[in-house]
């Protein structure tokens, strides 16, 4: 059943963590570029628009010595560089992201549910984060595909992230979770609150009409795998199909590594 | 192909019969050979066997014996095998009957029967070497050439023959031809060893013993020799027996290791110093001085020969080296009195480190500098005290220091920082989880960056208007925009756009800075850029100009910490304040906190006598060892201390002693314990000086930890350690002007030592009680090295958990040699010592008994208002000690564990000599030569590359709590920066003399760029902080120094520069002081000061933006996985 899924990106790393330094390099920081495609979709945050509130606060009181308010950016851009360090170094099971090209404030991501009423689902999603932050709210996580979950808003594909994290608090609360949470609701579900209140019901009145609707969402899903990125951005996780003379290299190169660890 | 395989069917026959081979059927030209050869050797024959019967030589005979001979060899080295396979190949005919008649060896035995004369020596040196180096076939593997060869060979050995000089090239190229074809045979190795016995009865490998006493010949012959002799090491690397017998029998390793020494010695004892800048040898520094030369060749022979021979002749080498060259040679080196000798002594070390490149014998070098005490100093001790001193040996030493963090040694790291870090005591309890946090937010980069001084932000505007040099120096450089004023960075509409491009672009994207980050091509680019990157302030163009000058730093920061983490991929331990457990390595840190930074003090001192410097150091290398160690040194100390000191004090004195029972409470064993005090002694001496450094950074502190230091004693535990810094602070606030002692090293050295002796006389006075003690540590004094080295022993097989036994286990690792060797070394002190040590135990047991006596009245009196007081308590919390000490004996932890109860700070938080060092350098950076500060921030940035949460929240997390006598690097950088600052309020033209101290390190490092074009950093930095990281920039300075022609040339350009900027400086500075008649020596100390103080200000910011960016890249680093045993 489990299609040998190949996943690419088109910058071709996705998380190097077990690679040897060369990984490591300048790919780290999302080199991007300061404008942004011209097809923007209007629920990504304007990563163009000039981002005053992004230095910390301590570099806005030293703002007065004009100097070293200008390293702001370099604040940010490193808070977000390190939060995503933080994701790579937790491991999480099953889940992929990759900050955008054009922005640091937009990661583009995978999730590979492995069993549980989802089983089998790959669902692609994108987490657009405050251009305040950390000081702001809680990043959003939009599936590509709205799945069909008591939590995720039917039509627009958006994860309630907010009922976990009321208030994003600077130090405690890292992307990372996020990203946990947005796995998590596939193994434990919750119908309070909710944003698809048609799955709430089902789930709570009829389990298996339920079970089948997951399931059918699941191979929505999957159906749209292999479409072009949502969003066009050299970095956006794009599918193909297994192709051997390209992938089978790559797949030999991970099992062995396995076994060499 | 046709002819080999009519030929094949050949082979067999003839070698079963052997006799009939000549006349075996031949190919027309073989055949010819043959009989040519039979000819000559029908006559040859004919002479010798006339020779047999009647004695007495003709020259007739030997004439033609000579050219049949040389006629019959010409054939025999022209001959082609005559086919077979190509393992075994048959041999042609001429060699059959060589073989078959043994010819050879009947000649030489003609030869040798009737007396070698030099001439016919040669004369058969040279048809030998004629007839391996050009033979066809593997004459070697035959003994019937063999034998003979060895036999000659022999006769060059033989005492009365020898081999005189005429012969010596001939000889050696014979030789060489020998291990060039055992190289391709390696069977030949066997049989000459198996042939060596029976030829010659000295030794079995003739070919090897007779390449030896060339090892160390200068020119093309000694080359020869090293490269043949590293043919028989690689060939037998793999051969057991032989290498045993290298290793047994030969005098190879000696030779080569005391031959180091020989050559070491003929090195000249002063370098001579070219520019101010120099601080270390460069290839073309030694490639004119033939002394350095010859050392260098050999020393790469060493390290090739590590690299290939068999692990018993590494080991061996590696032995005598440690105790052959470096011990009895390089230790006294690194100790001579004289400042020139130890500059030189330490930029040979450094020199030798960095050509190194074996792995083992590097860990040989680094075992020697850990682990050996000269004078009870470890060297590393004597190098750390270096660093406080003058700024030339400053300098050097502190090269030499970066080239010790580049090793990225773990050991090292230990020894020098971390085991001060292990304990976590210098974090507040609360703050010890917060070591490994990473600050997400750039908070501690916010800080950094808003430590530069606002004066540092010139408002480039009004100032360059100011001065119209600006648009000369911008035709000179070529990039007269850079220096035009602009407002400054406009506030771009989106400041993230903007950093992303560049980041991206990598620089490329705006034409004016294009050049600055990766294009050496363009010098004036470059000038350009190294403007804008200086500073933010530096507004040029725009606001990204001044981004560029912090992604450089970043990039760099970057490159550093990959750099870095990759090399301490394999350490054994995160070292995060968890793993290994603060507990574990709690005892043996805080003692060598008083240690280190005393000794670094006396080190200005002690340029005069060493031998104090050494103590010091040697003390706080012991401190590491135990506690108990302290406990004997602290009362030593205080005497020591006092001495030092001056202090009038008795507080002082009362606190030390108190310090020094606590400490006394790790040791365990009585000898141990003795030891101990031993160590402490060292280390009172150091402590000494410790609280000169201190003052000169903050008076204010140091009052501020006296009181703490009160407080402490009560505690007891703790005391130790805060008593020797309250001590030292005493010190300083006593008057002591704690800056202008780097300047005075020379003159404070002397006093000091002067100062020492009255102490050690009031502290008996003062004290009554304390009497016996200082008698005993007087006595103890003496033994003190050799007690301190064997004391090293004990602890190490005692406490596992203890650095002392991670360091050994570390060192164990890789090359066991090593460790053999210093056990040895140990072995030796201590039985040198072992009377010594048991005297010692004798008035230590005395001691105590005294000190339970007076325990409970120490107790009491801890206000210290009485120097008998103090006393009291250090005997009583010394046997407190000691009954902890004995239940947890071989785990520190558990003494550690009872010294809390006690007292509140318990551990003293004591950061170690390095960081002390360094900082008290930092806090004076104001008065440092340019040079010195461009050194010194290049070492820290390396040091803060180091990726290891407690090395890395300890330098460069400002949200860190410390414990309050713990100087955080900010602290330290926070009163640089109030200087600077205090200076620019004080020179109204600060501004404009910021300007061109940035101008004329521009301009001198674009000289130094467009001199060579290859290694062309940027300038972004001021390009003289980018010199002392970059190994290439620091080769700049070196080139200028000492390189030939062009470089040197456009060094003296580059300096004249730097010199008229600087007279500028000074001109400005004194524009309207100049004509008054204040004396030129004072104008001229006082150009010195502010032309330091105004470089200083430049580094400084530069400085600030290196930690800042080292602090966000810490946070993005990631891990390397440890390699998985592929790599060495």
């Not at chain 1, 609701?185 to 209140?197: G, Q, S």
């Amino acid at each position: 059943m489990n299609p040998f899924w190949s996943m690419s990106t088109n910058a071709g790393r996705k998380r190097s963590d077990g690679e040897e330094q060369g990984g490591q390099g300048e790919q780290r920081s999302s080199p991007a570029r300061p404008s942004f495609g011209k097809k923007q979709l209007p629920s990504i945050p304007k990563n163009a628009v000039p981002i005053t509130k992004a230095a910390s606060p301590a570099s806005s009181t030293q703002s007065a010595n004009g100097t070293h308010a200008s390293y702001g950016p370099f604040y940010l851009e490193y808070s977000l560089l390190a939060e995503f360090t933080l994701v790579i170094k937790q491991k999480l099971p099953g889940i992929y992201v990759q900050p955008s090209y054009r922005s640091a404030l937009m990661w583009f991501g995978v999730i590979f549910i492995r069993h549980g009423l989802y089983q089998d689902g790959v669902f692609k999603f994108t987490v657009y984060i405050p251009d305040n932050y950390p000081d702001g709210d809680c990043p959003r996580v939009v599936f590509d595909t709205p799945v069909f979950h008591p939590l995720v808003d039917p039509v627009s594909g958006e994860l309630d992230v907010r009922r976990a994290f009321t208030k994003w608090r600077r130090n405690h609360n890292h992307i990372w979770q996020v990203l946990m949470y947005a796995r998590t609701i596939f193994y434990k579900i919750n119908t309070m609150d909710p944003l698809n209140p048609e799955a709430a019901v089902l789930y709570d009145k009829d389990i298996q009409l339920f079970k089948s609707k997951a399931v059918d969402s699941v191979k929505l899903c999957n159906s749209h795998l292999f479409d072009q990125p949502k969003i066009d951005d050299p970095y956006a996780i794009s599918f193909s199909p297994w192709n051997p003379a390209v992938h089978e290299e790559a797949k030999e190169k991970m099992f062995a590594h396995k076994v060499s660890v | 192909m046709s002819w080999l395989s009519r030929l094949n069917p050949r082979g067999p026959g003839t070698r079963t019969g052997r006799h009939a081979a000549p006349s075996s059927p031949c190919t027309a030209d073989p055949e010819t050979c043959l009989m040519v050869f039979e000819n000559h050797w029908r006559q040859v024959s004919g002479v010798l066997k006339l020779r047999e019967s009647s004695v007495g030589g003709y020259a007739d005979d030997l004439t033609a014996v000579r050219n049949h001979t040389d006629q019959m060899l010409c054939l025999l080295a022209e001959e082609s095998p005559a086919g077979g396979d190509i393992e075994s190949p048959a041999m042609g005919p001429i060699l059959e009957m060589v073989v078959a008649e043994n010819i050879l060896d009947e000649l030489v035995q003609w030869h040798l029967r009737r007396g070698l004369d030099p001439d016919s020596q040669l004369e058969l040196l040279k048809l030998f070497e004629m007839l391996i180096g050009q033979s066809h076939q593997p004459l070697l593997l035959h003994s019937a050439v063999l034998q003979p060869l060895l036999s000659l060979l022999g006769a060059c050995v033989d005492p009365q023959l020898g081999c005189s000089a005429s012969l010596e090239s001939s000889l050696v190229l014979l030789l060489n031809q020998v291990c060039v074809c055992m190289a391709k045979e390696t069977a030949v190795l066997e049989l000459i060893f198996r042939c060596g016995p029976v030829q010659q009865g000295s030794t079995n490998l003739l070919i090897f013993s007779l390449l030896v006493p060339f090892i160390h010949r200068d020119g093309s012959l000694g080359q020869q020799a090293r490269d043949a002799l590293l043919l028989v090491m690689a060939t037998s690397a793999s051969n057991h027996a032989v290498a045993r017998h290298i290793a047994e029998n030969s005098y190879f390793c000696p030779v080569l290791a005391t031959g180091l020494s020989g050559l070491y010695s003929s090195l000249p004892r002063k370098i001579e110093v070219r520019g101010d800048d120099w601080h270390t040898l460069q290839r073309e520094d030694w490639m004119g001085v033939s002394s350095l030369v010859l050392f260098m060749n050999s020393l790469e022979f060493c390290n090739a020969v590590v690299q290939v021979a068999h692990p018993l002749v590494r080991c061996q080498l590696l032995d005598y080296l440690h105790n052959g060259f470096l011990v009895p040679v390089m230790g006294p080196a690194l100790h001579k009195s004289s400042v020139d000798e130890m500059i030189a002594s330490t930029a040979y070390l450094d020199l030798f480190l960095r050509s190194i490149t074996e792995t083992s014998l590097l860990k040989t070098f680094l075992r020697f500098i850990l682990l050996h005490r000269h004078d009870n100093d470890t060297i590393l001790d004597t190098l750390l005290t270096r660093i406080s001193s003058n700024s030339r040996l400053c300098m050097v030493s502190l090269s030499l220091f970066k080239t010790l963090l580049s090793l990225n040694c773990e050991d090292l790291m230990l020894q020098l920082v971390l085991r001060y870090l292990l304990p976590c005591t210098h974090v507040m309890l609360s703050q010890r989880r917060a070591v490994r946090e990473t600050d997400l937010y750039g908070k501690s980069a916010d800080k950094f960056l808003s430590l530069i001084p606002e004066c540092c932000q010139i408002t480039a505007a009004p100032s360059s208007e100011r001065d119209d040099e600006p648009a000369f120096w911008g035709k000179v450089l070529g990039s007269p925009t850079s220096e035009s004023p602009v407002n400054p960075r406009p506030s771009t509409p989106s400041r993230l756009a903007l950093f992303i491009r560049q980041q991206s672009s990598g620089g490329q994207a705006n034409p004016p800075s294009s050049g600055l980050e990766n294009a050496p091509s363009s010098p004036r680019g470059t000038v350009s850029s190294s403007l804008s990157p200086d500073s933010p302030m530096h507004q040029l163009q725009d606001a990204s100009e001044g981004e560029t000058g912090y992604l450089e730093y970043l990039r760099d920061a970057r490159k550093g910490i990959e750099l870095c983490s990759w090399a301490c991929r394999d350490w054994s331990a995160p070292y995060d304040g968890e793993n290994p457990s603060p507990n574990s390595a709690l005892p043996q840190p805080p003692p060598p906190m008083s240690n280190p930074s005393l000794s670094m003090v006396q080190e200005h001192f002690s340029i005069m006598d060493p031998a104090q410097q050494r103590a010091a150091v040697v003390a706080a290398a012991r401190a590491e060892w135990s506690s108990s160690d302290r406990d004997r040194g602290e009362w030593d100390v205080t005497i020591s201390k006092n001495c030092i000191s001056l202090t009038p004090r008795s507080k002082k004195r009362s606190l030390l002693p108190s310090s020094i029972p606590l400490q006394s409470s790790s040791s365990t064993s009585v000898s141990t314990e003795i030891t101990g005090a031993v160590k402490t002694v060292s280390q009172h001496s150091h402590s000494a000086p410790h609280p000169a450094l201190y003052n000169g950074m903050g008076q204010v502190e140091l009052t501020d930890s006296v009181d703490e230091r009160m407080d402490v004693k009560k505690v007891k535990r703790d005391s130790d350690v805060n008593n020797s810094v309250v001590e030292s602070g005493m010190n300083g606030s006593m008057g002591m002007c704690p800056v202008d002692y780097n300047d005075f090293h020379v003159g404070s050295s002397m006093k000091s030592s002067q100062v020492q002796v009255k102490p050690h006389l009031q502290h008996q006075t003062a004290v009554p009680s304390s009497t016996q003690e200082c008698l005993q540590s007087e006595s103890q004094r003496s033994p003190v090295p050799a007690l301190t080295e064997t004391f090293t022993v004990p602890c190490e097989s005692r406490g596992p958990e203890s650095v002392e036994r991670l360091i050994e286990e570390l060192l164990e690792r890789a090359p066991s040699e090593p460790l053999s060797s210093d056990s040895k070394c140990q072995g030796i002190s201590i039985e040198a010592f072992h009377q010594e040590l048991r005297e010692l135990e004798e008035r230590v047991r005395e001691r105590r008994v005294l000190l339970h006596s007076s325990e409970e009245s120490s107790r009491e009196s801890h206000t210290a208002t009485a120097p008998s007081l103090t006393d009291e308590d250090c005997l009583p919390v010394e046997t407190e000690q000691r009954a902890s000490e004995t239940k947890p004996d071989s785990s520190a932890p558990g003494v550690l564990s009872p010294a809390r109860p006690l007292g509140q700070p318990l551990a003293q938080p004591y950061t170690g000599p390095f960081i002390t060092v360094l900082f008290s350098k930092l806090e004076s950076m104001m008065q440092n030569s340019l040079y010195v500060n461009i050194l010194l921030t290049g070492v820290v940035f390396q040091l803060a590359c180091y990726p290891q949460p407690l090395l890395r929240s300890f330098l460069l997390n400002a949200n860190m709590v410390f414990q309050p006598s713990v100087k955080s690097l900010i602290q330290v950088l926070g009163s640089v920066k109030n200087r600077i600052e205090a200076f620019a309020a004080a020179h109204e033209d600060f501004p404009a003399m910021l300007r061109k101290a940035r101008r004329f390190l521009v301009a001198r490092g674009k000289l130094d760029w467009s001199d060579s074009p290859m290694g062309v950093p940027h300038l972004r930095r001021s390009d003289s902080l980018i010199k002392s990281r970059k190994p290439s920039l620091g080769d700049l300075i070196l080139r200028h120094t000492n390189s030939p022609t062009r470089a040197r040339h456009a060094a003296q350009l580059a300096f004249a520069h730097v010199r008229d900027g600087g007279q500028s400086l000074h001109s400005a500075l004194f524009r309207g002081g100049a004509v008054s008649g204040a004396s030129g020596l004072e104008k001229q100390a006082e150009a010195l000061r502010v032309k330091n103080a105004v470089y200083c200000s430049v580094i400084f910011s530069e400085f600030l933006k290196e930690l800042a960016a080292l602090a966000q890249e810490h946070a993005v680093a990631l891990p390397f996985p440890p390699s998985q045993g592929t790599e060495e």
